[in-house]
């Protein structure tokens, strides 16, 4: 038998507000995927200076999407989250491990890391069971 965790329904303002942010997100790690899988100059030039060879740009950019797209799918997004949260902590140590500047480029993975939490956090009625905050 399942242990039941009562919650109070999705309202329909923290649902469309999950969504919007979640849709903020998607739509950069999106643009940020297609320049990869492209090769276009920002990524192979952002590759370089991280230090990665240039032959990857495509294999990262193809497992950010796939990610992403996990991500996007309802019934799979927390599992999308995770694999995210993974690989924006790629880039953060990626960052670090460089000297790039804390507010400018280290930190920002985190920023849409929590973007992706956070809509999550709204529209999931689950996830806001397991991590409960106090009114």
Not at 5 to 13: A, E, G, L, Y
């Given at each position: 038998?399942?242990?039941?965790?009562?919650?109070?329904?999705?309202?329909?303002?923290?649902?469309?507000?999950?969504?919007?942010?979640?849709?903020?997100?998607?739509?950069?790690?999106?643009?940020?995927?297609?320049?990869?899988v492209m090769k276009l100059a920002p990524a192979m030039e952002g590759t370089a200076q991280l230090g990665y060879p240039q032959s990857l740009v495509f294999g990262i950019g193809c497992l950010e999407l796939a990610c992403l797209v996990v991500y996007a799918i309802p019934r799979t997004s927390v599992l999308g989250a995770i694999l995210l949260t993974g690989y924006l902590g790629g880039a953060v140590a990626s960052h670090v491990r460089i000297g790039s500047p804390l507010f400018g480029f280290v930190l920002f993975p985190v920023y849409v890391g929590l973007l992706i939490w956070g809509a999550l956090f709204l529209r999931d009625d689950r996830l806001r069971a397991l991590i409960p905050l106090r009114r």
């Open positions: 038998m399942h242990p039941t965790v009562q919650t109070d329904p999705v309202s329909k303002k923290r649902l469309w507000g999950g969504r919007i942010i979640g849709g903020l997100a998607v739509l950069f790690l999106l643009f940020d995927g297609v320049v990869k």
